[in-house]
């Protein structure tokens, strides 16, 4: 199996948002053999089985790391082609997820983050933002990937 950038300590990142659709966006993603360029797919808005309430992953190539829950906003797709003993989940909630990668001495934090939209006016602070704060303090490289919902008010 060809292990290409990971090898060399680096990873290769997508962050999409796809809106609950399955048909009409993660099936085209999946099929498109570009993806298997990607190591790890950072998806906001992802379908949910209103049977088993999981995600979607019909492909064999990638782990898929997610909170199984009708209500779930993030999911994250790890190749296969990284070892599970190179990664970790370090955080799992709906709207919030952080994996560790070790890239030979480095320890980088991958966190996919879903903030719903909210007035402008709004001084609340959302849980999966104030917990994304404390992952931050973590001793490593962090990458934050994510729909933030940040609209100008003009």
Known sequence: MNRGAYLNNQVTLLQYNVNKSRKKVLIGLFQDPRIQEIDILAIQEPWRNSITSGGYNSQSTFHLVEEVDLN?????????RIPTEDWSEIYKSKDLLSILVNLGSRKVYIHNIYLAPRPHSSLEVPEALAKLRELLELEGDHITLGDFNLHHPL
């Open 72 to 80: 779930t906003r993030v999911s994250t797709y790890i190749s296969k």
